[in-house]
């Protein structure tokens, strides 16, 4: 079945460093990666999306890149701060035909800024 | 404010007894899904329901049912079936726009604990 392998599982870099966090996709098929923040005890926030006719997308400190011959994509947050502490999921899909679409996570990574 | 309710936030079961976790949604979205976390770990869908009065079993379906009566509402029962109930419920709804899926956006859990 498809899967979602992400690494590293937990991370730690200085505030202000930058966070990269990588993750492959088994599925060639899968056509929507979106990323989500999680804080403890909350639900699964999405942050940022890609689709799989775009290479790079960007939104302030937070951009993902996606390799579809590699099938790979990765998230980069730039100039880290506290609030960037928790734990982010990566995921692919491939849009059903109907309105539902499954969606395969990873296994996560806990970033943690350091100050 | 538009949003994903789910109730109650903590829940606290005997062995051997049903229990109902509550899921609304008012974004007007028509798929819904049930996911279960368990620490340390991703999630991993339980059941999902693309539209009213029709569902379809996750990959851990076992142990559990769902109904979908209203577009709103998407109940989960955790039956004394289900062998290791102990974690963290994620209710989660999405739409699909111009034949693209979209990101799943979650309500805030509900934490099960069979004592």
């Known amino acids: 079945g498809e899967n979602v392998e992400q690494h590293p599982s937990t991370l730690s870099v200085q505030e202000g460093d930058s966070a990269v966090i990588k993750c492959t996709y088994s599925?060639?098929?899968?056509?929507?990666f979106p990323w989500y923040k999680q804080e403890l005890g909350k639900g699964p926030q999405l942050i940022i999306d890609?689709?799989?006719?775009?290479g790079e997308k960007k939104d302030q400190r937070i951009a993902v890149t996606l390799n579809k011959t590699a099938k790979h994509f990765s998230l980069h947050i730039t100039e880290t701060q506290p609030e960037d502490s928790a734990v982010y999921f990566c995921?692919?899909?491939?849009?059903?035909?109907?309105?539902?679409?499954?969606?395969?996570f990873g296994s996560g990574t806990r970033l943690s800024i350091r100050p | 404010d538009g949003g994903i309710t789910q109730s109650p936030k903590y829940l606290f079961r005997k062995e051997g007894q049903n229990v109902t976790l509550s899921c609304e949604q008012n974004?007007?979205?028509?798929?819904m899904y049930w996911y279960r976390q368990d620490p340390g770990q991703g999630l991993r869908l339980i059941y999902y329901?693309?539209?009213?009065?029709?569902?379809q079993k996750g990959d851990i379906a076992e142990g559990y049912s769902v109904s979908r009566e209203k577009k709103e509402s998407f109940p989960l029962t955790v039956t004394s079936a289900q062998k290791n109930p102990t974690a963290f419920y994620l209710c989660?709804?999405?739409?699909?726009?111009?034949?693209?899926?979209?990101?799943?956006?979650f309500g805030p859990g509900t934490r099960l604990t069979v004592l």
């Open positions: 989660a709804s999405s739409i699909v726009i111009g034949g693209r899926a979209t990101g799943q956006f």
């Open positions: 599925d060639s098929a899968s056509n929507y």
């Open positions: 890609i689709r799989s006719n775009v």
């Open positions: 995921a692919a899909s491939t849009s059903w035909e109907s309105s539902a679409s499954k969606i395969i």
């Open positions: 974004l007007n979205h028509d798929a």
């Open positions: 329901s693309q539209i009213v009065n029709d569902f």
